[in-house]
DNA sequence: TATTGATACATCGTATTATGATGTATAGAT
DNA sequence: ATCTATACATCATAATACGATGTATCAATA
């Protein structure tokens, strides 16, 4: 796990982009597929996933589909189409901002 | 300017490659560095730098140098033998998240 | 059959941290 | 004179991930 701080900031974009590939998906489904994404290095918390849905969905950026499963509840999440024209702006600043990173992190260069 | 929230986690990451590369270096100095470095995308603000580099020093990683320039105050910062031992892991760190957003964001590979 | 772990949702208070606003002051350029 | 850059500082605020907590189903296993 990365520290908590490094996080903040990709949640949504992570789920519109998991969103964009997959159609739907439910929460707990989003939680086991980042962690496998990210080789257990990303482990989304239930206190943040869900909260996070819920703005989301209040944005007006994501549907919501409940479907039974036995007697258990599970409850879908697909891109509306303003969520659709989130994702693109989201990946681009997040893949900017992954150079950016090993840009500044990377090895020192010459000094010119 | 990336998203306010992208930026968290990252500032003392940054202080801690710059002084390990440059020695020692003073706030404004800093704030010139990383917007030089980052192409103008990240733009350390007054209001952060300040605080981060007393919480800095206060954790027992950078120690102080008072110079008087002209009639100007200028107080570098450079690292101690603990802050030395904080740059290798915070750029490993670092450098493993840059990838994993590379990984997340990326173009979806097979559903393998 | 009792217990544990996985599945699956939810809410709420807390901690962390970058920033805006604000303040002080020197110095060069127009 | 005025504006911009240099150079430090503090404080209240906002944003957001998370721990704690709660409810409930279901499969495996001891």
New binding site residues.
Partial sequence: ?????L??????PIILKLLSDQSRM???????EVKRLSGDK??????????????LAAEGYLS?E?VM?????????KLTSDGKGQVQPALTELLDFAETLQVLFGPKLSTT
Same sequence: chains 1, 2.
């Fill in positions: 796990m990365y520290s908590r701080e996080l903040k900031g990709i949640l949504k439910y929460g707990y489904e989003i939680v086991q990303i482990l989304i918390k239930e206190g943040s996933l869900y909260p996070t849905l819920h703005a919501t409940s499963i036995g007697k258990r509840t599970r409850k879908y999440y």
